[in-house]
Structures are given as structure tokens and as C-alpha cells.
């Protein structure tokens, strides 16, 4: 796996760490929560997800103490982690974090190899090796842990859930064109923008939803390390969206989401003219870091959000795929 190359263990990794919530999410759904020990940031890792799932559980705390970015990526952490394997892109510590190749090597020798890409965008210009998509990166894993089962039961579930839901959604030229977003307060006043057209697994929901891009032809590059614009109201207005999508607020509900930022939205003198707000299509926008579980609730969410004619409205509990499958799926049930 890119930029690694090749990599062999001696047994199957049974200790592991990963950087974001997409490698964690994967390692849970191959059924090795109980070896992960930490991650880079906690409070970017959304575990309510499994919650639905019977039998499936991280032990939340555990992880949380040993939060990589808190610890500002000490060498000496890993060092007590002592993990078999870090799920961790190796050019994002260089570039990122300011480690070199001798930090890399030494606790690669010492301690365990990284494995991982980061995959969640394509917008960085230090990534120039292979990105994965999320199921490709998925793969990877299974063969890391030695789960091929699992991944080609969960791989199946969702070809068929995704192949269900698309087959079920309206013409093109009927679906809404769309602002993707992000701006963690309760009152934004600026949003930076994402571009959908950035194959990154971020996205993945949003691609297979089948939606336009509204910042097409605008000539506004996506969100990356080297890119921090914002836009503000007036900008949005010059777009002026159907749907408007605002990471972010993923520790909120459906509800509490628009009794927070899209009433303050709907009482802003600016912000009450666009499109999205008139009509009560603000959202939360998703995670930024997904792995196959939580892509499985993004597109069920998204789907309402964009097309609640057809999937229900996105405060329903209505469900789109079935959960007890996943669930026997992870835990080894079926």
C-alpha cells in the first residue's frame, strides 16, 4: 500500500493504531475493536453509529487517553502503545507533524510498521503517490488482519444497499445541485468549501447520490493544506445552492442541527435569502474521516436529506439497510 510499498509481519496484527476515523471504523468492521489503543484525534472519531449495531462497541475511553494529536505525535507514546501495526499515511507525518524518515524508520524497527494513504481527500499537493477509494483501502485491511470474509460480506451488503438506493432516486435533471461545507459554530458567518468533484472517500456519499456540485464553474478550489478561503454570505448567494451541507456539527442531531445553526440562518438578514435556508435544506454534512460502517449511516442520511420524497425525511427512523446483518457481519454471527 502506497507510500509504504510492501510490508510483512510475522503473525497477524492484534495491537493497533489508527490516525483517523475511517482506518478505526475499518478495524472495527473486521472485527478487531478490541486491539485498537489509540488514534489521532478522539473527538473526530463518532462512535454513536454503533450504538444501532448489537454487539458492536469501542471502548471509547481506552482510545480517547492515548490521542495521538494531544500528545502532539510524541515519539514516546508510541513508544508505550507499543502497537504491532499504525494505521497511519507516512507522508502526512512529514508533512503534517515534521517528522523525517529516521522518526519513520526507527519506530517502524523498534516498535511496529505504518501501514495506510490517506484517503479522505485529494486536494494536498505533497500526496502525489496512489490514492485508494474507500473499499480499496478497505481491502487492504482485510488483508492486513487477515479478515477477507468479513470485508467481502460488508463489501456485498453495500454494493447492493448503494445499488438499491440509486436505483430508487430521481432523474439527474431532477436532483438538487449542492454546497458542501464546513463551519463548527452555532452562528457561522463564513464557510470554507468543499468541492465535490474531489474523488476523496469524504465524499463518497454525496458522489453516489448522484448530486451536482453547485460551486461548478465558479472557479473556487476544494478545502486542503493549502487552501483556508471562506465564503460568506454574499458569496453564497452569488451560488445560492438547493441543498447547503455543513460539516462540523456531527456531535449534534437532526434536530438539534435546525434548532441551532439553520434557525440562526433563517433570522440572519443575509443568510434568510438563500435557497436553502427559505426551504429548510441546511444539513450536517457528514463526517470527514468515514470508514465502511459509518458510510453505510452517511448514505442512509444523505439520502434523506437530499430526496426525502422518496427515503423519508431526515428526522424519520426509517431504515434503509439492515443493521442486524451488518452487525452478525462484524461480530462473526453469520
Do not use: C
Amino acid at each position: 500500500m502506497e507510500p509504504m510499498g510492501e510490508v510483512t509481519f510475522e503473525s497477524v496484527p492484534t495491537k493497533w493504531v489508527p490516525y483517523g476515523g475511517d482506518y478505526a471504523d475499518m478495524g472495527v468492521a473486521l472485527g478487531q475493536a478490541d486491539g485498537m489503543t489509540g488514534i489521532g484525534q478522539a473527538s473526530e472519531y463518532y462512535t454513536d453509529i454503533y450504538d444501532e449495531l448489537p454487539g458492536v462497541s469501542v471502548d471509547r475511553e481506552r482510545i480517547a487517553t492515548n490521542d495521538l494529536v494531544e500528545a502532539e505525535m510524541d515519539k514516546e507514546l508510541f513508544y508505550e502503545m507499543d502497537n504491532d501495526v499504525h494505521l497511519i499515511d507516512t507522508g502526512m507525518l512529514r508533512n503534517w507533524f515534521d517528522w523525517d524518515r529516521s522518526d519513520i524508520d526507527e519506530l517502524s524497527e523498534a516498535v511496529g510498521p505504518f501501514v495506510g494513504n490517506m484517503i479522505f481527500r485529494q486536494s494536498d499537493s505533497w500526496h502525489e503517490y496512489r490514492y485508494y477509494t474507500l473499499y480499496q483501502a478497505f481491502e487492504k485491511m482485510a488483508t492486513l488482519f487477515q479478515e477477507r470474509e468479513r470485508f467481502e460480506a460488508l463489501k456485498r451488503l453495500h454494493d447492493e444497499f448503494i445499488a438499491d438506493v440509486q436505483s430508487r432516486m430521481p432523474p439527474a435533471d431532477e436532483r438538487p445541485n449542492v454546497l458542501l461545507t464546513y463551519e463548527g459554530t452555532d452562528e457561522p458567518e463564513t464557510f470554507s468549501p468543499y468541492r465535490l468533484n474531489d474523488e476523496g472517500t469524504s465524499k463518497k456519499q454525496w458522489n453516489d447520490l448522484g448530486v451536482a456540485d453547485a460551486l461548478t464553474g465558479t472557479g473556487i478550489e476544494n478545502l486542503s493544506t493549502e487552501n483556508r478561503s471562506k465564503l460568506d454570505y454574499e458569496a453564497l448567494l452569488e451560488i445560492d445552492p438547493d441543498v447547503l451541507l455543513v460539516r462540523g456539527h456531527e456531535q449534534k442531531s437532526a434536530s438539534a442541527f435546525r434548532e441551532t445553526v439553520l434557525e440562526y440562518m433563517r433570522d440572519h438578514p443575509i443568510a434568510t435569502e438563500l435557497t436553502a435556508v427559505r426551504n429548510g435544506r441546511v444539513y450536517r454534512g457528514g463526517y470527514l474521516r468515514q470508514g465502511p460502517i459509518h458510510n453505510l449511516f452517511l448514505t442512509e442520511r444523505g439520502a434523506k436529506q437530499l430526496y426525502p420524497d422518496t427515503f423519508g425525511d431526515i428526522t424519520s427512523e426509517n431504515d434503509l439497510f439492515d443493521r442486524q446483518a451488518v452487525a452478525e457481519i462484524i461480530t462473526g454471527a453469520r
